[in-house]
């Protein structure tokens, strides 16, 4: 893929985060696992530079290689080289289209990678265009949607869509006890703004 595509493509994701737009409004109920969307892409079970170089020589072997692409975005961007992560998602991310078993994945781990980076509208973002990508109503979604209009600011959203988790499994969300169980790959602070949300859904949760 020229160098040309992988600057437009980023582009255009850019774009599309900032303008993060309206979300719809949260469903009844969210009972599918999607799991197909929240699976970590892992292509090398090495770590460190042995796992750099075995993810080269993947994309080596196959530029198409998107499990490879995405592992490695994730490991620039979380070692401190997010330009690099960018542009390999960017690069993935132009490979695929909606029905693609790999779209999914790729923009939920994108927008997590956003979002530990402090750029939580381009999280939102890419967490947007999986709510509106398929009709799934995904476990997932009304936590991370909230944890993510939260951070932004948004605040009697993030506490529609905290309602639309309680309403789901009311035993597991009407309450902070069970995020560490709930919520493991998540880290402390992020379980502790979903508290924040928790609490301003307890002061006044919706009708």
């Known amino acids: 893929m020229s160098v040309k595509t992988v600057v437009l493509t980023a582009c255009l994701l850019w774009a599309g985060s900032v303008s993060a737009q309206s979300l719809p ?20 079970d090495k770590s460190g530079d042995a796992a750099v170089q075995d ?7 196959d530029p198409r290689d998107l499990v490879a692409t995405a592992h490695l975005a994730r490991i620039a961007m979380q ?7 960018r542009e390999l998602y960017s690069r993935a991310l132009s490979q695929v289209d909606a029905g693609n078993r790999y779209y999914r994945p790729v923009l939920w781990n994108f927008g997590w990678d956003l ?9 939102l973002a890419q967490w947007r265009t999986l709510v509106l990508s398929r009709g799934v109503n995904g476990g997932w979604m009304p936590q991370t949607l909230a944890l993510a209009l ?27 006890d069970r995020y560490e169980a709930l919520l493991p790959g998540w ?12 609490a301003a859904w307890v002061a006044n949760p919706p009708s």
């Open 25 to 44: 409004k949260p469903a009844e109920f969210y009972f599918d696992t999607d799991a197909t969307a929240t699976q970590a892409l892992v292509a090398t």
């Open 115 to 123: 979002y530990r980076l402090g750029h939580h509208e381009e999280a």
């Open 79 to 85: 070692g401190g080289r997010e330009q690099l992560g």
């Open 187 to 198: 880290s402390e602070d992020e379980r502790a703004r979903l508290a924040e949300v928790h």
């Open 55 to 61: 993810l080269l020589k993947a994309m080596e072997r």
């Open 150 to 176: 939260w951070s932004v600011d948004r605040r009697d959203e993030a506490v529609e869509w905290y309602a639309a988790a309680v309403r789901t499994e009311p035993q597991d969300w009407s309450t902070t």
